[in-house]
């Protein structure tokens, strides 16, 4: 007789290999077998999961929980609240923070926060500066580090990076894949008299297809000078996915899911609420976007969760901030066009799981399989369920999917083997430990 910890039972398992129904025993955190484990197998808990799928925990590689500095929009325990009732079971989360995470004992700030609050398991991007370069090789090699992260067009914070000369230096300083806002300031410094007052439409007018394009074809050339890997963040615009589909020998693509579903129609009725660097443009970028995805131009998906709250947003533009709410609403948005037949279930497994593992070297993370950590997500496609502002664990506390119905729907967030997120019901609290990354393991 075998023991396990936990079985999952009857599910169908989504894979690297393909779908088929089956059990997973878990044992000491770890997946330990998959299969049918029939009758000659025992566990403290069996789980009937027929009718559910089974997924490789989702990883989102792109959040801003806004701690320290910021805590009134979010911080660490919130976001990953959100993240595990949502279905995500680890995400790296950004260094525009305040103090800015660009050295070490900032670095080891957040770790040490983040360990003692946040719900899933985490890993922290290093932000590359002017001044740090000549301490990003080892800061990107830290314990939990996700690699260094560059603003070449100017965000929310102060971390930026605008000149070939910083980012040829620091791509010639590190030897991970470095992740790039790739939005060219010198062009939006130019175009300001775009912003029309009080008009947020007016953004992707100012913040327009040539600032995005201008500066990836920049960084592209900087990485090929530097015979670098590079990966850029929240893809936009068509022609930069048209032009990244003939390097995709050194760069990795990110696109997310607000520009997969919403389109400029919507500045209407969403107003600010919708304001996104870089912009969401109109429904031809979407179809671009998507054809990236069918393709495989596109890599993988992040959320770029970055919450304001209302008041903030419901400043005049261009006063008002960008950023919207998406860590918790990453899995059924995804899963609804899954349903729409947008994706196949298995193209989502690997944009989520994975890619981030073959991207970032992420080590026991990102596949089911024997040995790796038992990260996983459990959805019921068939669900039908309606998005709400209360449904959201944000600090922020809205979503601009506020009243959209989808189908498809996250039963359980598994990490490690706990059961963190139930029925969303929040089963065990604070679990998060450090992802740990194949090019930095003692």
Known sequence: MVSFDIIFKHATLVNHDGEAVGDIGIRDGKISAIGDLGSNSTANEIINCTGLHILPGFIDTQVHFREPGLEHKENLKTGSLGAVMGGVTAVFEMPNTNPLTINESAFHDKISRASNSMHCDFAFYIGGTHENTDQLSRLEKLPGCAGVKVFMGSSTGSLLVQDDDGVRAILNAISRRAAFHSEDEYLLEEQKHFRVENDPASHPVWRDVEVALRSTKRLVRLARETGSNIHVLHISTGEEMEFLSQHKDIASVEVTPHHLTLDASE??????????????????????????????????????????????????????????????????????????????????????????????????????????????????????????????????????????????WPVGTIIRGKKIMWEGELITKSAGIPIRFNDALN
């Open 267 to 408: 500045y209407q009725n969403l107003g600010t609420l919708l304001q996104m660097n870089p912009p969401v443009r109109d429904i031809s970028h979407q179809q671009k976007i998507w054809e990236g995805v069918a393709n495989g131009v596109a890599d993988i998906l992040g959320s770029d969760h970055a919450p304001h709250t209302l008041e903030e947003k419901s400043a005049p533009y261009p006063q008002s901030p960008s950023g919207m709410t998406g860590v918790q609403t990453f899995v059924p948005i995804m899963l609804d066009h899954v349903n729409e037949g947008k994706l196949s279930l298995q193209r989502l497994v690997d944009m989520t799981s994975a890619g981030p593992n073959r991207l970032f070297g992420i080590a026991g993370k990102g596949r089911m399989a024997v040995g790796y950590d038992a990260d996983l997500t459990i959805v019921d496609m068939k669900r039908r369920a309606t998005i709400t502002n209360e449904w959201i664990e944000s600090r922020a506390g809205w979503t601009p999917y506020d009243g959209k119905k989808v189908t498809g």
